[in-house]
């Protein structure tokens, strides 16, 4: 059975940093792509940074780029989010998600696999 688990969530003042890690399991080869989205209360999740596995390449939301840099560590099957530079409308929970193949974006329906999500508040 495929786990996507996350970790690394906190609090932190703004201005502040986090990196959060999103370990996957049970899948017998490489993820195409793996990916982090985040949803606020009352707002719908969006796409924050995705990854190839393959190539390495990623793609970043305007909203957090220059900030967030997403990477991987095939060795250890896991996904990292370094989160610079928070800001209060960063809070969310943050969700790992992976797709075995097709278009590696940021649309919610392009990806097969979901974590539980690690909670990230940011205080002003």
Do not use: H
Not at 30 to 48: D, H, I, L, T
């Amino acid at each position: 059975q495929v786990q996507l688990v996350e970790s690394g969530g906190g609090s932190v003042q703004a201005g502040g940093s986090l990196r959060l890690s999103c370990r996957a399991s049970g899948y017998p080869y490489s993820f195409y792509c793996m990916g982090w989205f985040r949803q606020a209360p009352g707002k719908e999740r969006e796409g924050v940074a995705r990854i190839y596995t393959g190539s390495g390449t990623t793609y970043y939301a305007d909203s957090v780029k220059g900030r967030f840099t997403v990477s991987q560590d095939n060795a250890k099957n896991t996904v990292y989010l370094q989160m610079n530079n928070l800001n209060p409308e960063d809070s969310a929970m943050y969700y790992c998600a992976a797709t075995r193949g097709g278009p590696c974006n940021l649309m919610l329906s392009s990806w097969n696999y979901w974590g539980r999500g690690t909670q990230v508040t940011v205080a002003s």
